[in-house]
């Protein structure tokens, strides 16, 4: 006799970034009744895939920018991910419907403190070499100002761009400062506020209404629950 039951849902898949947001964001998931596996804990572990407390969803760990690349392109369903990374992608297959409220940081302009006094102000430069991550935000903010900006992609050592002649000033990520201090750079202008977001594969959304509507429902009322009165 053929087994007539209906077939099981395929695993739901949720990408989480590595680095700064992912302690922040482990607590909020638990709560929302998703929980990985001890292994994930396990500082030796080469794993990127893990098995959660709920038999219909994975977690896999990735780098920032790279969760919003898995979630846009339907590889992940669901996952968190600093606005930022939204921004500087774009990706119109994404859905962000929940600002988290953790991760909180600002992607900005800093430059030498005491640079060479040439004359001539940003505001008055017609072009200007930066050292980012980020490109396509860069480039709009500088030509906002009528500047062309000439992006030197790096992915980490950021603040060592202007003392080695690589760029004249750098944009990244700015929590405290006292990176861009101990480097001998200053904050000048702020490009963006940054906080995690949770987002959302618009045609899974539509697929997979009950679970993934289930989940957005449960992040929004946890992040209203401590909202102040």
């Given at each position: 006799m053929s087994d007539m039951s209906p077939p099981a849902a395929s695993?739901?898949?949720?990408?989480?970034?590595?680095?700064r947001i992912l302690d922040e964001a482990l607590p909020l998931l638990a709560r929302a009744g998703v929980v990985p596996d001890a292994d994930f804990h396990d500082k030796n572990s080469r794993a990127?895939?893990?098995?959660?407390s709920r038999p219909d969803?994975?977690?896999?760990?990735v780098r920032a920018f790279d969760v919003a690349t898995f979630v846009a392109h339907g590889a992940a369903q669901m996952g968190i991910v600093g606005s930022d990374v939204i921004d500087?992608?774009?990706?119109?297959?994404?859905?962000?419907?929940?600002?988290?409220?953790?991760?909180h940081c600002r992607l900005s302009v800093a430059e030498p403190a005491a640079p060479v006094d040439n004359g001539s102000g940003v505001a008055r430069e017609s072009h200007a070499r930066v050292a980012t991550k980020y490109p396509n935000l860069t480039r709009r903010h500088f030509e906002s100002l009528g500047v062309q900006a000439e992006c030197v992609k790096l992915n980490g050592a950021m603040e060592l761009a202007p003392s080695l002649g690589l760029a004249s000033r750098i944009v990244d990520l700015v929590s405290t400062?006292?990176?861009?201090?101990?480097?001998?750079?200053?904050?000048?202008?702020?490009?963006?506020?940054?906080?995690?977001?949770?987002?959302?594969n618009r045609a899974a959304l539509k697929t997979d209404s009950a679970r993934i509507g289930a989940l957005i429902d449960a992040f929004r009322a946890l992040v209203t629950e401590r909202e102040p009165a």
């Open positions: 695993p739901l898949v949720f990408a989480i970034p590595k680095g990127l895939s893990f098995a959660t969803m994975t977690l896999i760990r500087e992608f774009d990706y119109s297959d994404l859905y962000a419907p929940v600002d988290l409220g953790i991760g400062g006292r990176t861009l201090k101990d480097n001998g750079l200053v904050e000048t202008s702020v490009i963006l506020p940054v906080s995690a977001r949770l987002i959302v």
